[in-house]
Structures are given as C-alpha cells and as structure tokens.
C-alpha cells in the first residue's frame, strides 16, 4: 500500500454516510480477519511476559534445541528461548509502531487541515514539503539520520515518522480541500463561522474516516520499516530482542537451525497482514472500497 498520487477527492474516495435504501457497508471477512490476528498479536505481547521467561536468559545445555515441549519455538545459539525473545521483541515492534503511527497521523492531518483552511502559501508550502519527503527513500533518510545521531527509541521513531507522515497528509489533503470548497462550508463562513469552528464542525469529522485507515498503513509502513533497521543492525540493539535483528541473527543458521529467523519472521508477517487487512476492511467500510483501494494499494 501507499499514497494517493492527486489531490482529487473524488479519486481518494471521500468518505460517504450509508443512505436509506443503499445497503449497510461493514469492513468484511478480510477486516475482520486483520483485526483478529493484531487482537492475537497485542495480547500476546502484553500477556506473554506475565507468564514467560526471562529473555535474555541462557541456558547452555540447550543450544540450538528445535522446537519442542520444553521450547516451542526452540532456542538460539546462545541458549536463549526463542518464543520469549518473540514475545519480548513483539513489545518493543508494537510500541515504536504505534508511537510513530500516531505522531505522523497527527502531523500529516495537522498540516493538510491547515493547507486546506489558510490555503496560498501555507498550503503551497506544505505540499512542497510533501514532495521534497516524497524523493528521499524512507529506508536511505533512516539510515543516514541514524548513523549519526544513533538508534535509541527517540530517533528510531522520529526517522519512522519522517518516512509515513506524508501519506496522512497526501490522503486528507485533496477530501479537506474539497469539504472547504463546499457550498455548506461557504454558507458557515458567512454565517460567522471562523477556520476554527469550520474545522471542529466540518473538517475532522468529515476527515476521520480516512485517518482511520491512513493509520493503518502507516502502522504497517512503520512496522516494516523498523523490522529492516533492525535486520541492518540499526534498529534496538542487542541484547533487547527485536524482530528484524533476531531474523539476521538467525541467517547464519538458516540451515541448520531454521527457526531462529523463522519465528520472528512469521511475527512481522502476520502484524503486517493483519494492519493491511485492517486498513482494506476500514476504507471498505467508511471510505468506499475500490476507489480507495487503488489509490492506496502500489
């Protein structure tokens, strides 16, 4: 999935209410199938360490063990169990996802309300600085900001950020363009109603829907994005488990010891698959579907 290439609302699919007579729209089996893998993948994260070990524990009469009663996922090269390090790690993906979800849902929004609200240059502004984030590839700025400034929680999410916001902004951007061009929006205005009173009684609530499902890709953008900087040893370092650092430390078994890297792999999978079948169960349901869809989906 990604952004839409055009300010057009009509083309994003502006979010339309059911009307009398057209049937109910609902997110689908395949939203709710999204919905209920993150639901497994959330509660195990936050349950599992009640009930799970110590992740950094090594036990070095059991190197290498494959899965098994004593170990479902089996153990490292360090002796350590591999389903905690997955538990433990999921908590840690989860938490830097949904930070960084957040904020670059809530920038992206606040600029696109604000370009459609004061329009001339602040909007011409904001769209150039879309544009500008839209040439650097997120996976290059990511690694150039990290290597120089280091990979904490704080950097970490704010290179995911820089990478996902634009999407919020490119989606939101022509619907609240079009709201505020809107003959009802013009009847406020000379009403009385302020840029203030139009976007708390026009534009967020007209706009909603398609944050809903921007978060979703960009949770799923993020999730994946923080699993490669692991991977490249640029994400939470060792010994803090991490998905995309656990599947490169698994490579140099691949063959040996096979699920080491498939684990956590198939932990990153199934989150991604559910955040995407999510976000095409929330644009069916609130924005239209196929429009949305293509504009959405590269």
Not at 202 to 228: C, D, G, K, R, Y
Not at 234 to 252: K, R, T, Y
Not at 263 to 270: K, R, T
């Amino acid at each position: 999935m990604t952004l839409l290439q055009t300010d057009d609302a009509d083309a994003v699919g502006a979010a339309e209410p059911d009307r009398p007579g057209r049937p109910r729209r609902t997110i689908g089996i395949g939203g709710w199938v999204g919905a209920a893998l993150l639901a497994v993948v959330v509660l195990t994260a936050l349950a599992g360490p009640l009930t799970s070990g110590d992740p950094l524990a090594q036990d070095f009469e059991a190197i290498l063990r494959p899965p098994s009663a004593a170990h479902l996922f089996g153990t490292d090269e360090l002796g350590r169990d591999v389903l905690v390090r997955v538990v433990f790690g999921g908590r840690t993906a989860l938490a830097i996802t949904l930070v960084s979800a957040v904020v670059a849902s809530a920038l992206g929004l606040s600029l696109a309300l604000l370009g459609a609200l004061y329009g001339g240059w602040v909007d011409a502004l904001a769209g150039r600085l879309a544009d500008v984030q839209l040439a650097v590839p997120s996976i290059v700025l990511a690694i150039v900001v990290l290597s120089f400034v280091g990979n904490s929680f704080v950097p970490i999410v704010a290179v995911l950020v820089l990478g996902s916001w634009v999407l919020t902004f490119r989606v939101i951007r022509g619907h609240a363009r079009a709201v505020v061009r809107a003959q009802y929006v013009e009847a406020a205005r000379v009403a009385g109603a302020g840029r203030f009173g139009v976007a708390r009684r026009h534009l967020v609530p007209s706009v909603l829907p398609l944050l809903a499902v921007a978060f979703t890709i960009n949770a799923s953008s993020a999730l994946l994005l923080e699993s490669s900087l692991g991977y490249l040893g640029l994400g939470v370092q060792p010994p803090e488990p991490d998905w995309g650092q656990m599947v490169a430390s698994g490579q140099a078994q691949i063959f040996t010891a096979p699920w080491i890297a498939l684990f956590p792999g198939l932990a990153v999978v199934v989150t991604a698959v559910g955040l995407q079948l999510l976000g095409d169960g929330l644009a069916e349901r609130f924005v239209g579907g196929p429009a949305v869809k293509r504009g959405l989906a590269q």
